[in-house]
C-alpha cells in the first residue's frame, strides 16, 4: 500500500513561494507518475503537475512557467517549487501516485494513491 504525506503548505502573499513535499513509500512498481493535484473550495480536484518514471514533467497550463514539480534520486520524497503565486493558486494541494507509464493529471481518477492533503493559501 502506497503511502503519502505532504508538507510544506502555508499562506503567502501574492508573488511569493512556497514549497511542497510528499514522502512516498510503499511501492515497489517501477513504472508509475507521481501528480500533484488541487482543490478549491466549491470546485473540481485538478491536476497541476505531473513526473512519470522516465523523469518526464506535465504542467497545467495555468502553472506553466511558475510551478516546477521534481523528485529526489530515491523516487521517495516528490516536490512541488511554486513561484510568483496569485490568489487563484488558493487551495488544498494532494500529491498522488498512479501506477502508469505516463502522466494523465486531467484523469485523476487514474491515481489510486493520495495523501490527505496541504492547504496553501495566497492573499
Request: with cysteine; glycine share 12%; proline share 2%.
Amino acid at each position: 500500500h502506497v503511502q503519502m504525506v505532504e508538507s510544506g503548505g502555508g499562506s503567502v502573499q501574492a508573488g511569493g513561494s512556497l514549497r511542497l513535499s510528499c514522502a512516498a513509500s510503499g511501492y515497489t512498481y517501477s513504472d508509475y507518475c507521481m501528480a500533484w493535484f488541487r482543490q478549491a473550495p466549491g470546485k473540481e480536484r485538478e491536476g497541476v503537475a505531473g513526473i512519470a518514471s522516465d523523469g518526464s514533467t506535465s504542467y497545467a497550463d495555468s502553472v506553466k512557467g511558475r510551478f516546477t514539480i521534481s523528485q529526489d534520486g530515491a523516487k521517495t520524497t516528490l516536490t512541488l517549487q511554486m513561484n510568483s503565486l496569485q490568489p487563484d493558486d488558493t487551495a488544498m494541494y494532494f500529491c498522488a501516485a498512479a501506477r502508469t507509464i505516463y502522466c494523465f493529471i486531467d484523469l485523476p481518477s487514474t491515481f489510486t494513491s493520495w495523501g490527505q492533503g496541504t492547504q496553501v493559501t495566497v492573499s
